[in-house]
Nanobody
């Protein structure tokens, strides 16, 4: 069972990046997929989630309107499209698979599988 996050990099403020989360060893369609991020010296922060049942998407207030999450179960991939990036978006981004109830999608401990993280750096 493995999740592989990729697509991070260095971008100027206002720029865009697309992160991908590829699953192997399990059926991605059976899990909600969340994106979390952690900046140096800060707590891990929930960013977004897409449900396993009907593809409903959820976003934190800080990224809503700028980030878009989507999934392709056939390709076993979840994508996080990020536009309008800000320096405060700088962090290591992690994808995770789990089955949290809707009211608990922000709780990282409810996700069973985690990717290794990909660094996103936004310069001002």
């Amino acid at each position: 069972v493995q999740l592989q996050a990729s697509g991070g990099g260095l971008v100027q403020a206002g720029g865009s990046l697309q992160l991908s989360c590829a699953a192997s060893g399990f059926s991605l369609s059976h899990y909600a997929i969340g994106w979390f991020r952690q900046a140096p010296g800060k707590e891990r922060e929930w960013v977004s989630c897409i449900s396993d049942t009907d593809g409903t998407t959820y976003y934190s207030r800080s990224v809503k309107g700028r980030f878009t999450i989507s999934r392709d179960n056939a390709k076993k991939t979840v994508t996080l499209q990020m536009i309008g990036l800000r320096p405060e978006d700088t962090a290591i981004y992690y994808c995770a698979a789990g089955r949290p109830i809707t009211s608990a999608i922000m709780r990282g401990e409810l996700y069973a599988y985690w990717g290794q993280g990909t660094q996103v750096t936004v310069s001002s």
